[in-house]
């Protein structure tokens, strides 16, 4: 799955306090400013400052070992700024002769200002456990089921606040600017959030939300709408949300949007266009292509099936089931694996020998090959057979180890060519072998899973942010440093779910409690430098900057739909919350039933 921010590009930002090779240093400036602050300061209160400056000097000579003089040190910086001395002098006494206790964690005791006027409150509550060398326990495995569940609910409610306050019934919420951005105007981040909310047991939040569906979402409106991400964003959510509160105004909604995507099926091969006006009925393919996206047209197969289950109306699985059937006969084929464009007026492949790759416009294919096996009690043989055939060719043409730590990722092939590149899309792969192994495939897929689960964790672990990037480029020469290399163009993270919602299948599967340690790590770089105070998370353009991590300004409707959702999945103790022998998630995260029984 991807929305247009997610597709291969270059992003570069430039802008005053942002370079990632020459930040401007304004210290000159500063000192300026406080000389003349402390030329405006009357004579009472530069004698005040220097009597304080006095004191604090005796206190450090004789008392230096009290960690009573953190506490009188912050003082010190309090009267300082409320007398207006706050630049480099406030900054001397506030830090540079602090208590070594104090200079543990100097942020406990501030507010600080990045990302170019944001303000980010430090929060304490959010502060990453010790590591084990700190202590013999570590802090994480103190940590009740309870208090990480209320973590996720806790970065749930503030993203929501931050909706509710700037974005209320518009797509996607621009938390720095306290604005919004509409895609295509039918409240996204708010339907993705539907069954989360109900998961997580967020009444009153719920409560609200429906109350608009019912009163303001109307799909009658002449709008392109992106047929494959309004399926699994807006169709998954009503069909999600109506089966796990059996509340009829989901299941309306949701009928009256499928019918509404219909006419993108209207083409001579049957293959859908990747566009659809919702309220005036055509449909038509990129402006600049008549190729759609592979991903596009073989991953709404789950959604359109269970609106003809719940409907008893055949129409909605009979589309995408010649879909299904026409590219499982296509010719083109490299072992299994797909090119990532088809043709909507010919039925074929384009670009037959161009890119192989588990990324970006070809990743959910693969997905929904197993999933709609099991959603229709694994009763379809060439669903299993096209899997079954992809993972052998990923084996085959894809896994590499990197050289220095032999770590295993999965690669492309570009016009035959290997290429050591692998979209953080991809870490979706873990989590749907592993849910193979679970419903009886091969054993060797659990194997795979795991090495790759390291690898993912990896993206995150070697990054200063803790937080994985867009793309990472692995080594594979023995004697380099470092396994994962990340170009300037792929430093960006958009807040997406594809690891934690693997590292939610192999700890459903396995137990393994390093999982739930290595997801809590992510939660807790997400609320170290993407959390907005004012409320709401956004995505950020380096993820190897610490102290920059310049904000894109953007809250991706899947970070509440899906990345909040697999966390709390991860965290909780209840394997019959909704159980992956009864459920099967589409690729947005919202669950639907494992049918006892085909649709009639």
Same mark, same amino acid.
């Given at each position: 799955m991807f929305p247009p921010s997610r597709k291969d590009f270059i992003s570069l930002t430039l802008s005053e306090g942002n370079s990632y090779s020459h930040s401007y240093n304004n210290a000159k400036h500063r000192r300026r400013s406080c000389w003349r602050k402390w030329k405006q300061l009357s004579r009472l209160q530069r004698s005040l400052i220097l009597i304080l400056l006095a004191l604090l000097l005796i206190i450090v000579i004789f008392c230096f070992s009290s960690p009573a003089l953190c506490i009188f040190s912050c003082l010190v910086l309090f009267l300082c700024r409320v007398v207006s001395l706050s630049c480099v002098l406030s900054y001397f006494l506030g830090v540079c002769i602090f208590h070594p206790v104090c200079l543990i964690n100097p942020n406990s005791f501030f507010f600080f200002s990045s990302w170019r006027g944001a303000m980010i409150e430090a929060d304490q509550a959010t502060e990453a456990p010790p590591s084990a060398h700190e202590k013999d326990v570590p802090a994480a495995a103190k940590l009740t089921e309870e208090d990480r569940l209320e973590a996720v609910r806790d970065a749930f409610r503030h993203a929501w606040k931050g909706y509710k306050s700037?974005?209320?019934?518009?797509?996607?919420?621009?938390?720095?600017?306290?604005?919004?951005? +509409?895609?295509?105007? /039918?409240?996204?981040?708010?339907?993705? %959030?539907?069954?989360?909310?109900? !998961?997580?047991?967020?009444?009153?939040?719920?409560?609200?939300?429906?109350?608009w569906v019912e009163k303001d979402l109307s799909f009658d409106k002449s709008v392109d709408v992106n047929l494959f991400e309004t399926t699994i964003r807006v169709l998954g959510g009503l069909l999600s949300t109506y089966n796990l509160t059996g509340d009829q105004i989901f299941l309306e909604k949701a009928k009256d949007l499928g019918s509404r995507l219909m006419p993108a099926f209207k083409t001579p091969s049957k293959i859908p266009f990747s566009d659809v006006n919702i309220g005036k009925g055509t449909a038509h393919p990129p402006r600049w292509t008549s190729d759609s996206t592979l991903a596009e047209v073989t991953s709404i197969q789950l959604e359109f099936r269970e609106l003809s289950r719940l409907t008893h109306d055949p129409q909605y699985q009979e589309v995408v089931n010649q879909v299904s059937?026409?590219?499982?006969?296509?010719?083109?084929?490299?072992?299994?694996? #797909?090119?990532? @464009?088809?043709?909507?007026?010919?039925?074929?492949?384009?670009?037959?020998?161009?890119?192989?790759?588990?990324? =970006?416009?070809?990743?959910?294919?693969?997905?929904?090959?197993?999933? $709609?096996? !099991?959603?229709?009690?694994?009763?379809?043989?060439? /669903?299993?057979?096209?899997?079954? $055939? =992809?993972?052998?060719?990923?084996?085959k043409h894809l896994v590499r180890q990197t050289g220095p730590s032999r770590l295993t990722f999965v690669g492309e092939l570009s016009h035959s060519r290997f290429s050591p590149k692998m979209d953080h899309l991809v870490c979706f792969l873990p989590g749907t072998l592993a849910l193979g192994a679970h419903n009886g495939l091969p054993p060797d897929h659990m194997e795979l899973a795991v090495r790759l689960m390291?690898?993912?964790? $990896?993206?995150?672990? $070697?990054? +200063?942010?803790? /937080?994985?990037?867009? !793309?990472?480029? @692995?080594?594979?020469?023995?004697?380099?440093?470092?396994?994962?290399?990340?170009?300037?163009?792929?430093?960006?993270?958009?807040?997406?779910? +594809?690891? #934690? +919602?693997?590292? @939610?299948?192999?700890?459903? @599967?396995?137990?393994?409690?390093?999982?739930?340690?290595?997801?809590?790590?992510?939660?807790?770089?997400?609320?170290?430098?993407?959390? #907005?105070? %004012?409320?709401g998370f956004t995505s950020i353009n380096n993820v190897r900057e610490p102290n920059n991590p310049a904000p894109r300004d953007k809250m991706e409707s899947f970070f509440l739909g899906e990345t909040l959702k697999y966390l709390f999945l991860l965290f909780s103790d209840d394997s019959e919350l909704l159980s992956l022998d009864k459920f099967v998630f589409n690729t947005e995260a919202h669950p639907l039933p494992i049918w006892t029984a085909p649709p009639k």
């Amino acid at each position: 799955m991807f929305p247009p921010s997610r597709k291969d590009f270059i992003s570069l930002t430039l802008s005053e306090g942002n370079s990632y090779s020459h930040s401007y240093n304004n210290a000159k400036h500063r000192r300026r400013s406080c000389w003349r602050k402390w030329k405006q300061l009357s004579r009472l209160q530069r004698s005040l400052i220097l009597i304080l400056l006095a004191l604090l000097l005796i206190i450090v000579i004789f008392c230096f070992s009290s960690p009573a003089l953190c506490i009188f040190s912050c003082l010190v910086l309090f009267l300082c700024r409320v007398v207006s001395l706050s630049c480099v002098l406030s900054y001397f006494l506030g830090v540079c002769i602090f208590h070594p206790v104090c200079l543990i964690n100097p942020n406990s005791f501030f507010f600080f200002s990045s990302w170019r006027g944001a303000m980010i409150e430090a929060d304490q509550a959010t502060e990453a456990p010790p590591s084990a060398h700190e202590k013999d326990v570590p802090a994480a495995a103190k940590l009740t089921e309870e208090d990480r569940l209320e973590a996720v609910r806790d970065a749930f409610r503030h993203a929501w606040k931050g909706y509710k306050s700037y974005a209320w019934g518009h797509d996607e919420l621009k938390p720095i600017s306290k604005t919004y951005g +509409e895609w295509f105007g /039918l409240g996204l981040t708010l339907i993705d %959030s539907l069954d989360t909310m109900w !998961i997580l047991g967020l009444k009153e939040e719920f409560t609200e939300a429906k109350a608009w569906v019912e009163k303001d979402l109307s799909f009658d409106k002449s709008v392109d709408v992106n047929l494959f991400e309004t399926t699994i964003r807006v169709l998954g959510g009503l069909l999600s949300t109506y089966n796990l509160t059996g509340d009829q105004i989901f299941l309306e909604k949701a009928k009256d949007l499928g019918s509404r995507l219909m006419p993108a099926f209207k083409t001579p091969s049957k293959i859908p266009f990747s566009d659809v006006n919702i309220g005036k009925g055509t449909a038509h393919p990129p402006r600049w292509t008549s190729d759609s996206t592979l991903a596009e047209v073989t991953s709404i197969q789950l959604e359109f099936r269970e609106l003809s289950r719940l409907t008893h109306d055949p129409q909605y699985q009979e589309v995408v089931n010649q879909v299904s059937q026409l590219v499982h006969k296509l010719p083109g084929k490299h072992d299994g694996l #797909v090119p990532m @464009f088809i043709n909507t007026n010919s039925g074929q492949f384009s670009h037959k020998g161009g890119v192989f790759t588990l990324g =970006a416009r070809a990743d959910s294919y693969y997905e929904y090959l197993l999933k $709609q096996w !099991i959603q229709g009690g694994k009763t379809d043989d060439d /669903l299993l057979e096209d899997y079954l $055939q =992809a993972v052998e060719g990923v084996k085959k043409h894809l896994v590499r180890q990197t050289g220095p730590s032999r770590l295993t990722f999965v690669g492309e092939l570009s016009h035959s060519r290997f290429s050591p590149k692998m979209d953080h899309l991809v870490c979706f792969l873990p989590g749907t072998l592993a849910l193979g192994a679970h419903n009886g495939l091969p054993p060797d897929h659990m194997e795979l899973a795991v090495r790759l689960m390291e690898t993912c964790h $990896q993206m995150y672990q $070697q990054m +200063e942010t803790g /937080l994985s990037p867009e !793309i990472a480029h @692995f080594s594979l020469i023995a004697s380099d440093s470092k396994d994962v290399i990340v170009k300037p163009a792929d430093r960006h993270n958009l807040l997406r779910p +594809e690891t #934690v +919602e693997s590292l @939610f299948y192999m700890y459903r @599967f396995t137990k393994d409690s390093k999982y739930r340690d290595w997801g809590w790590d992510i939660l807790q770089s997400f609320n170290r430098f993407t959390k #907005v105070s %004012s409320g709401g998370f956004t995505s950020i353009n380096n993820v190897r900057e610490p102290n920059n991590p310049a904000p894109r300004d953007k809250m991706e409707s899947f970070f509440l739909g899906e990345t909040l959702k697999y966390l709390f999945l991860l965290f909780s103790d209840d394997s019959e919350l909704l159980s992956l022998d009864k459920f099967v998630f589409n690729t947005e995260a919202h669950p639907l039933p494992i049918w006892t029984a085909p649709p009639k």
